[in-house]
C-alpha cells in the first residue's frame, strides 16, 4: 500500500490499471517557478515536494508517491491556465507544433527519496479559432498543464505522440514501476 499525494482522477486511474493499493492524500505546495530554474528542475522539485508533503500529512511508515507535469514549448514552462483567456493563448501557441510534455515522479520513505523524470514529445495538428473556442466551453482545459488532457477530447487534436502515453496523462508508469520496484514493490 502506498500514498498518492494527488487528488488527480488521472493519477488513480493509471495507479489502478497496475493493480497498486493507494490512498489518496491532499497536498499543497508552492507552484512558483524558481528563477532560472529549468522545467526539468521545476516538474522534479515539485513532484518531491508533493510526496514529501504528503507523507508530513499523513505521518506514515507506507512510501507516498508524489508527481508533477508541465508542458514545454519554445522552452516557455505551460501550467495550468490562469482562466479560459490563458487558456486560448496556450493552445494557440501549441497549434501545429510540437512540444513537450515534462512529468517527474517521486517516492519518499522513512528512509529514502527517489525520483525519475519522463520527457515526451506531442505533435498538435493545426487548431482553428472555432476549435480552440469550443474546446474552451467544454471546460476540460481548465485544471490541466498545457490547457489540454490528452485523455480527453483534446486527443482529436494530437496527431502522434513520441514517448510515454502515461507519462502525458499525468504519472509515467514505468517510472512509476521502476520507483516502486526500488523499495521492494514489484508489480508483477
Do not use: W
Amino acid at each position: 500500500m502506498i500514498y498518492l499525494a494527488s487528488l488527480s482522477p488521472r493519477r488513480c486511474e493509471l495507479l489502478d490499471q497496475i493493480k497498486i493499493k493507494y490512498q489518496q492524500v491532499a497536498v499543497t505546495v508552492d507552484e512558483t517557478p524558481h528563477p532560472q530554474e529549468t522545467p526539468q528542475d521545476y516538474v522534479s522539485r515539485l513532484a518531491l515536494a508533493k510526496a514529501r508533503a504528503g507523507r508530513l500529512a499523513v505521518q506514515t511508515t507506507h512510501p507516498v508517491l508524489g508527481a508533477d507535469t508541465a508542458i514545454v514549448c519554445d522552452g516557455l514552462l505551460f501550467g495550468k491556465p490562469a482562466d479560459k483567456d490563458d487558456a486560448k493563448q496556450m493552445l494557440r501557441q501549441l497549434s501545429g507544433r510540437d512540444h513537450q510534455v515534462m512529468t517527474a515522479v517521486a517516492l519518499v520513505t522513512a528512509t529514502q527519496e527517489r525520483r525519475r523524470l519522463n520527457i515526451s514529445n506531442v505533435y498538435f495538428r493545426s487548431l482553428s479559432e472555432a476549435d480552440i473556442q469550443a474546446y474552451i466551453a467544454t471546460g476540460e482545459p481548465v485544471d490541466k498543464a498545457g490547457s489540454y488532457a490528452i485523455q480527453g477530447l483534446a486527443s482529436i487534436f494530437i496527431e502522434r505522440i513520441e514517448g510515454s502515453y502515461s507519462g502525458v496523462m499525468g504519472l509515467p508508469l514505468h517510472e512509476t514501476a521502476t520507483l516502486l520496484a526500488e523499495i521492494g514493490m514489484n508489480i508483477l
